[in-house]
């Protein structure tokens, strides 16, 4: 069985190569083997994280026919409010215990044409936000380009722990093709159905996912590689980040991108936020060279990462 492990990123930015290989071997070490880590001296800070939470109960708080009227089915990018039981991630069950709003890059003060969201092609379209929830997209978005901040200073110590210059993916994920949900998953009580949870079992389609959980409210489950859930608690002071598809896809399973779910029968309302951080959309996902071998051939056929995230999107949803 293996134990989720723990990364403090006080080094991430180091100029002291010696301590930037330790921080990426320890990394490494958790990609190879668990696809899961916490990280500690992430950067964000708290009283942004704080607001962004506010802001999501003042928007699940609305009535839901106010929240349908930007219902995720509306629009062709998958932008929008997720109703309970409107997604589907494991085909064995029944529907997703959790409502969400989803979004994607935008300034939080816009200035026009914006050159990262030119290329987009199969996830190309704006925003939707909800009328009548003061600040909430500010407070959601501020904490948006927190989280893609740090996702783009952990690019440098993913490509290190593969052993690559750590500039391998700053021309693949220029324009910032990371998708956030705010979600809220309601208590289940009395009967349950057992096909029915939080979130079903599912990989993530990006690169990796920053998750913010909430304290104290146990939900998330990992899946070891003796097909046996163990708890990801929150912890204090943490983030979760799990690697996803496009990085299994680009490392040919070097990285694993491993199965998870969120099961909530605390009896009390649990919100989490996660950014699912991926390449850019019009790059294609290749296997890296020193991924593939005689003994290790290409696992993948190869597929744009937005046509990628398009589908495993359109599956959880049924569009």
């Given at each position: ?52 939470l ?30 309970l ?36 092609g ?11 929830v ?65 979130i ?8 990796f996912?920053?998750?913010w ?39 040919n ?54 046509d ?12």
């Open positions: 069985m293996y134990a989720l492990s723990y990364s403090d990123l006080k080094d991430i930015a180091h100029t002291d190569a010696a301590s930037r290989r330790a921080l990426a071997d320890a990394v490494r070490d958790a990609c190879i083997h668990v696809g899961f880590l916490y990280v500690k001296n992430h950067g964000i800070p708290e009283p942004v994280i704080d607001n962004a506010a802001a999501s109960k003042r928007f699940f708080s609305l009535p839901n026919e106010q929240k349908a009227e930007i219902d995720i089915r509306k629009t062709a990018n998958y932008k929008g409010y997720t109703a039981l409107s997604s589907n991630n494991d085909p064995d069950n029944a529907g997703d215990m959790h409502e969400g709003f989803e979004f994607g890059w935008e300034e939080i003060r816009p200035k026009g044409f914006d050159e990262k969201r030119a290329n987009d199969a996830m190309a379209g704006a925003n939707v936000w909800p009328q009548d003061p600040g909430f997209r500010e407070d959601v978005l501020t904490y948006y380009h927190a989280a893609v901040d740090l996702g783009k200073k952990l690019f440098p110590l993913f490509a290190l722990a593969l052993n690559l210059p750590e500039d391998f993916f700053d021309n693949k994920t220029k324009n910032s093709a990371a998708i956030m949900r705010v979600l809220h998953y309601p208590p289940q009580t009395g009967h349950v159905d057992d096909r029915v949870i939080g079903g079992a599912h990989t993530d389609f990006e690169c996912t920053i998750l959980q909430e304290p104290e409210i146990q939900a998330l489950q990992v899946l070891n590689t003796q097909k046996q859930w163990i708890d990801a608690p929150p912890i204090p002071g943490t983030l979760v980040v799990n690697l996803g598809d496009q990085f299994a896809r680009w490392t399973d070097v990285f694993k991108s491993t199965i998870h779910r969120a099961i909530n029968r605390t009896g009390v309302r649990r919100y989490s936020i996660p950014l699912f951080f991926g390449t850019d959309y019009d790059v294609k996902l290749e296997p890296i060279t020193s991924c593939i071998s005689p003994e290790r051939p290409a696992k993948y056929e190869v597929v744009t990462a937005g990628y995230v398009q589908q495993r999107l359109k599956a959880a949803y049924g569009h």
